[in-house]
């Protein structure tokens, strides 16, 4: 399969609690990035971590790569309810940028 | 910031008929898009790279002559599904981008459903 891996499939947490989602990926890539969509709609990009950088900070949000271990992080910290929606990362790979997708996480942030 | 505009946002068309699907960056020129498909509870997977004024590049599995590419402009690109069937229904989404490896801006995306 082209997409990575990306656990859990479904994250259900309370308001005001940390939500961690996991992306692996099997190749060598050029940045990670992370997007968020909503039911339906088109994608939200979120936040992106080139392959030389470990971590990086937007608001409430904190990515890490750990390109030895083809692996990256996305925390979601003091969730809200505003949050339930589905995250996915994405690797740019080769010259051309295409992006592979994640399987995704279904978070769901009850009030 | 780059918006990118998809028509319409929703199709309903009958089994064997084609539909159009228009992909447009408003404020920005787009050097190549991309067109993505997503099955319901699914990720988006890459069908097509379409660079401006060339062929498209068509991801391993996917039937360029069931879903032509045009990217005539630098500001249009258009997913033509050909002779559609149910199991085409999906949720077609493209990006932008002004040149190769820079971030990709994506559009709203268009619900197909083929009765």
């Known amino acids: 399969s082209q997409q990575g891996e990306e656990d859990p499939q479904a994250l259900s947490i309370q308001e005001g609690e940390n939500a961690t989602m996991n992306c692996s990926y099997k190749t060598s890539i050029n940045n990670l990035q992370w997007y968020r969509q909503n039911s339906g709609r088109g994608l939200v990009h979120l936040i992106l971590?080139?392959?030389?950088?470990r971590e990086k900070h937007s608001g409430r949000l904190r990515v890490t790569l750990d390109t030895s271990k083809k692996s990256s992080s996305l925390l979601i910290t003091a969730s809200r309810a505003a949050d339930t929606a589905s995250y996915f990362c994405?690797?740019?790979?080769?010259?051309?940028?295409?992006?592979?997708f994640g399987q995704g996480t279904e978070l769901s942030v009850k009030p | 910031g780059a918006v990118v505009s998809q028509h319409p946002s929703r199709v309903i068309c009958k089994s064997g008929t084609s539909v159009k699907i228009e992909c447009r960056s408003l404020?920005?020129?787009?050097?190549?898009m991309f067109w993505y498909r997503q099955f319901p509870k699914q990720s988006l997977m890459l069908m097509a790279t379409?660079?401006?004024?060339?062929?498209?590049?068509?991801e391993q599995g996917v039937e360029k002559d069931k879903f032509l590419i045009n990217h005539a402009s630098l500001t249009l690109s258009t997913l033509t599904v050909t002779s559609a069937h149910p199991e085409d229904s999906s949720f077609y989404i493209c990006?932008?981008?002004?040149?190769?490896?820079?971030?990709?801006?994506f559009g709203p995306g268009t619900r197909l459903t083929v009765t």
């Open positions: 379409s660079n401006e004024g060339s062929k498209a590049t068509y």
């Open positions: 404020d920005f020129q787009a050097t190549t």
């Open positions: 994405a690797t740019a790979q080769g010259e051309g940028g295409k992006l592979i």
């Open positions: 990006s932008a981008t002004p040149y190769q490896g820079y971030e990709q801006y």
């Open positions: 971590i080139r392959s030389n950088e």
